[in-house]
């Protein structure tokens, strides 16, 4: 018998996020290896360290981005507590920082993209007198003080096992945040910032069957969880038809009381999907039968900046995109944007494109999150081409390279607004907004306070840009009027 813990690092934010990676693995190392293994399943936020490491012989943590601390803290006790057997990690951190992990603890293997099929090999592989783990696809670990990479695999969707949901009680009791999938991977799979290309090995698009799908709804309804969020990176992909289908069944197993009528489900599209009328047609269908916010990745509203990014869309599909979804908002469908509204090539005139575009389509009057810079990560074309900029080492607890703009204007303006750390009262504020409320009042409250910040955010930058770049007002000015801001955010968390 083989002892194995699994054990997520939880989330910084306070966001109770369920981690449905430790979960999927459990379910496929049990359904491959049954009854020649015992599994654990733990996750920081309910369990802390509440364990003893000496009782298992294999230790599988998911390292989430800010889970470094946790883990290094495990990691500690497993070698003070003479702990012999294995040390996995997994996750972001093991999926883009394995060579930075190995060189800190270069005793650990590091499981890179998908897990489940993988872990079967290895604890397969552990069970053998004399385990060769050169055989057990999609790991990094050093040999003889050189790394040994071993080939990628990813999964076969169409097997795909649902995961254990072993916390089902405690998001109930806690208000948590139920996740599930629909999809892997993305049907565009060539924007620059983005890692997915690296973590799911090149592959495209990849659909759950639709039956899968609707039976974790079943069971995610009888626990009496009503919150789901699937974290698919593009819900839709590129098959309508699949689509329409998916929600035609949700809706009518949801009149046989099969689903909860109360579930709310929170999905991701690309902006190009909304300018099918039929998928804006499904999308109206699904609002009849729980879907209560929408996220697109818009990005930008600079064409350069787009140009950048290469996004399959430009100012203008955005434009578009925007007029569909405020459309769907005045139908009551809560709307998310995705906008990374720096990055290191920008110019003072790409700012003030941004923030114009921002100013035309009232963005600011959503709950999301607009002033973010582009984070450069390991693996991506962002990273690949800007190699002459990230000298610096990375930062392997937010899994990003530091850097400075290269305009000294810009770099100037970042840094005076990312000095008020406002995004810090913005992630308390969502932790609230994003998990199962009691009502819909509460509900309305907390995205009120929400979109109260992020207008005062997007207002402050815009001071910013008045001082900095036109000189329209002075520095003793910009300071009372960003002291005003941070006074009616401070505001916001009583």
Not at 192 to 209: E, L, M, N, Q, V
Not at 429 to 450: D, F, G, P, W
Request: aromatic fraction near 10%; charged fraction near 25%.
């Amino acid at each position: 018998m083989t002892n194995i813990l699994l054990y997520d690092t939880g989330d910084v934010r306070g966001e109770l996020n369920e981690p449905v990676g430790i979960e999927l693995i459990a379910a496929n190392l049990l359904r491959k290896l049954g009854r020649h293994i015992f599994v654990d399943v733990k996750w920081y936020n309910f369990n802390f360290y509440s364990f003893d490491l000496l009782q298992y012989d294999i230790i599988g943590i998911s390292i989430h981005i800010n889970g470094m601390e946790v883990f290094d803290y495990i990691y500690r006790l497993c070698r003070e507590s003479g702990f012999k057997g294995l040390i996995v990690a997994g996750n972001s951190i093991a999926t883009f920082a394995w060579e930075e992990l190995l060189d800190s603890y270069p005793d650990i293997l590091c499981m890179i993209g998908e897990g489940e099929d993988a872990w079967a090999e290895l604890v397969k592989e552990y069970q053998k007198e004399q385990p060769d783990y050169s055989h057990v696809p999609n790991l990094a670990y050093l040999e003889q003080g050189r790394i040994k990479l071993t080939p990628r695999t990813i999964c076969n969707m169409q097997d795909y096992l649902p995961p254990l949901r072993v916390f089902n009680q405690q998001l109930r009791q806690r208000r948590g945040i139920a996740r599930i999938e629909a999809s892997r991977g993305c049907s565009w799979n060539q924007c620059t910032f983005c890692g997915a290309d690296h973590k799911y090995s090149h592959t495209g698009w990849r659909p759950i069957p639709v039956e899968t799908i609707l039976e974790q709804l079943s069971e995610l309804s009888r626990a009496g969880l009503t919150t789901i969020y699937f974290c698919d990176e593009d819900f839709i992909g590129n098959d309508y038809a699949r689509f329409s289908d998916l929600i035609d069944q949700i809706h009518e197993k949801m009149k046989h009381g099969e689903i909860s009528s109360d579930m709310s489900f929170f999905i991701s599209v690309k902006p190009v999907d909304l300018l099918k009328q039929r998928n804006l047609e499904t999308i109206q269908h699904f609002m009849a039968c729980g879907l209560k916010e929408l996220f697109v990745g818009l990005e930008s509203g600079c064409a350069a900046q787009l140009k950048r990014y290469n996004k399959c869309t430009t100012v203008k599909t955005n434009s578009l995109a925007v007029s569909r979804i405020r459309e769907l908002e005045k139908e009551g469908l809560a709307i998310d944007i995705g906008f990374i509204f720096f990055d290191y090539d920008m110019t003072p005139g790409d700012i003030e494109e941004n923030i114009r575009f921002i100013e035309t389509h009232q963005l600011y009057s959503l709950a999301s999150s607009l002033i973010k810079p582009l984070r450069i990560q390991p693996y991506t074309k962002a990273f690949a081409c800007t190699t002459e900029v990230h000298a610096n080492k990375l930062l392997t607890d937010e899994l990003m390279y530091p850097y400075h703009f290269a305009n000294d204007m810009v770099e100037q303006v970042w840094k005076t607004y990312s000095e008020l750390e406002l995004e810090t009262i913005a992630h308390k504020l969502q932790s609230v907004y994003r998990r199962e409320l009691s009502s819909n009042a509460e509900r309305k409250t907390a995205e009120r306070n929400l979109t109260e910040l992020r207008s005062l955010q997007f207002s402050a930058l815009r001071t910013i840009v008045m001082c900095l770049i036109h000189q329209e007002i002075d520095g003793t000015q910009l300071k009372n009027q960003l002291d005003t801001v941070l006074s009616q955010a401070d505001r916001l968390l009583r």
